[in-house]
């Protein structure tokens, strides 16, 4: 019985001398590797996101927006619209999980769920189709940029690739839509 006291009284020694370990107490400047929502290039690179297409393109031009650190929960991102290309007009967005409106609109980055792809981050494909319009209306730009990234457990997420205060890469996409008629 003595023993057991001697060594539960160590083992109180012992923990009660222990403290949370601080690498910051040792000098290390300790950084969270920032999260962020962004188009994605295939390969990873920063090239900025340039489509040329016409308006009788038929193929979807998939934009690929990422969230390479992963993410917990579902991921709602939300885009503008600038350019002179008009929404419902001169290109639609054909992408399931979100709507869209001539403002922008809103996609849902679902998280990963399956672990084997080493490449496979939690990403989703934008899909935005030029229409034709039988008008000669000239040459369109439509451009598209990342506002704001949310997932369901409210973790912010910044918007593009890069330091904060430096460049920011790829919150931007950018489609040149060539007039036809
Ligand atoms: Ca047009
Ligand atoms: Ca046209």
Do not use: H
């Not at 020694?13 to 920032?34: A, Q, R």
């Not at 490449?119 to 000669?136: E, I, K, P, R, S």
Request: charged letters at 20%.
């Amino acid at each position: 019985m003595k023993k057991i006291v001697l060594i539960i009284l160590i083992m109180a020694t012992v923990l009660t001398s222990c403290t949370d370990f601080e690498l910051g107490d040792l000098g290390f400047d300790i950084k969270p590797i920032g999260s962020y929502v962004a188009f994605a290039n295939a390969g990873g690179t920063v090239t900025p996101i340039v489509r040329n297409i016409s308006e009788s393109t038929t193929a979807v031009q998939n934009l690929r927006i990422e969230c390479a650190t992963g993410t917990l929960s579902d991921i709602t991102v939300t885009y503008s619209f600038s350019g002179s290309a008009v929404f419902g007009t001169d290109f639609s967005v054909v992408t399931p999980g979100g709507s869209a409106t001539a403002a922008g609109g809103t996609i849902l980055l679902k998280r990963k769920t399956d672990p084997d792809g080493v490449n496979d981050f939690d990403f989703v494909n934008l899909g935005v189709q030029a229409l034709t319009d039988g008008v000669a209306d000239g040459d369109k730009t439509l451009v598209i940029t990342l506002v704001s990234a949310v997932n369901a457990d409210g973790k912010e997420f910044s918007v593009g690739r890069g330091a904060e205060g430096g460049t920011i890469y790829l919150r931007t996409a950018t489609i040149n839509i060539e007039d036809v008629d």
